[in-house]
């Protein structure tokens, strides 16, 4: 940065004098401006300041017609505390240099006529402590900015801990309820089954087996689900993003789509844009895409109406699936992608699920670099719509 001293004397002769002793002393590398008033120096410092000078000194005369030189130093005091201050005096005036001690911090009085010497140790001085603050200031700063860096940054890994943590119990939590539930249905009848097989009549035989069977397919779901966010969790599922076209990748999912809606008799309707070209990872947008059509049609009564749109912005592909099914309260709304929270409900048809399936889609959604959002009203239907990248 730029140094100034700024000298300030009613006598031509004495900031000439300043001049060329200081001068040759800082080689020239320091501006060395004077004035003849007090008034005048104040806008020069001004000036001085908004041109990027750094002002470590200013030397001052005491009796100057207008301003004294007490009253300047105080007022450059204000301006900035660390700029010091010398008064330079004929007339040995006891209060003013109180006042200046007092008001304006004064760094040193060198009486007139001055040792050149003496005044050039002393403005030397000057300068060298007030470099010395200006480090130390700087230090500071730097120290608190580190500081702070690194509070976010333990913030951050707090929540993603704390996050990882909630993860973890609903982990288990539901392993601990829900497989244990599934368990213990599946061994209370096998043990029927197996103590009583001869007491029950085919009919009924045949009605406990299908139970036991669902009751296994749902656990496996579950298991699967379990699986599948572990891996997520840990980073061991393969992540491999590739471009593709979207409308043809719907397309292709339509099939199977089409196979969960017609069940409960629902329409299932695309209505892609023009052909978009993504860039994600195939099988997961496939798995969130089973999820979400998988939802619109268990919420939604038989003969009900989906619909898939897709659409551009910006750099992302939207992706909108819409339903007319019984839609989700406000207050499980805000619940649905709380790890800590669990919101369950079952389908029209009584279907049970996991209440796993939108969490994994949100993180697959966020693997791929994009982000869902649901709108939803009890009663009337659910949007559910997920972005994912234009190019990699
Ligand atoms: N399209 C939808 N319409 C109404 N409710 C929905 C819809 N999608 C999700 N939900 C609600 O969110 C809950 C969690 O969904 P999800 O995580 O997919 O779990 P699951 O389908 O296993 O219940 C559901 O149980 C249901 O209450
Ligand atoms: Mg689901």
């Not at 806008?43 to 030189?69: A, Q, T």
């Not at 006891?94 to 005044?119: C, F, S």
């Amino acid at each position: 940065m730029k140094q100034a001293i700024i000298c300030v004397d009613d006598e031509d002769i004495i900031l000439e004098a300043l001049k060329d002793q200081l001068g040759p002393f800082f080689e020239n590398q320091y501006l060395i401006e004077t004035s003849t008033t007090a008034e005048e120096a104040l806008e020069i410092y001004d000036e001085l300041v908004e041109s990027g000078y750094n002002v470590p000194v200013v030397i001052s005369d005491y009796l100057m017609p207008g301003m004294r030189g007490d009253e300047f130093l105080i007022k450059v005091h204000a301006k900035n505390p660390h700029t010091l201050k010398i008064l330079l005096t004929g007339h040995a005036n006891i209060e003013g240099i109180t006042n200046a001690i007092n008001k304006a911090n004064l760094y040193r009085y060198i009486p007139k006529p001055w040792d050149r010497d003496d005044l050039i140790l002393t403005v030397r001085e000057a300068v060298r402590s007030f470099l010395q603050e200006e480090e130390i200031k700087k230090k500071n700063e730097e120290l608190q900015s580190i500081n702070e860096n690194l509070e976010k940054l333990v913030e951050e890994r707090t929540s993603e801990l704390e996050e990882a943590n909630a993860t973890k119990d609903k982990f288990f939590s539901i392993i601990a309820h829900d497989m244990k539930d599934h368990f213990s249905g599946l061994l209370g009848y096998t043990e029927v089954l197996s103590t009583d097989f001869e007491r029950f009549p085919d009919e009924e035989k045949k009605t406990i087996i299908s139970t036991i069977r669902n009751v296994s397919e749902q656990t496996y779901k579950l298991l699967q689900n379990l699986l599948e966010w572990a891996n997520i969790q840990t980073g061991n599922m393969p992540f491999k993003p590739e471009q593709f076209p979207l409308t043809a990748f719907i397309l292709d999912e339509m099939t199977l789509l089409q196979e969960y809606s017609g069940k409960k008799h629902q329409t299932l309707d695309f209505k892609p844009t023009n052909e978009t070209i993504v860039y994600a990872d195939e099988s997961m947008i496939s798995s969130v895409m089973r999820n979400l059509v998988g939802n619109a049609v268990k919420f939604t009564p038989e003969n009900g109406n989906i619909v898939i749109t897709t659409a551009r912005k910006d750099s992302k592909a939207i992706i909108t699936i819409q339903d007319n099914g019984v839609g989700i309260t406000p207050e499980n709304l805000v619940r649905l992608f709380k790890v800590n929270e669990s919101v369950k409900t079952y389908g029209t048809n009584q279907e049970d699920g996991t209440g796993l399936g939108l969490i994994l889609c949100r993180e697959f959604i966020k693997k791929n670099g994009g982000e869902i959002a649901i709108d939803s009203k009890k009663g009337v239907g659910t949007t559910v719509s997920f972005t994912i990248p234009l190019l990699g």
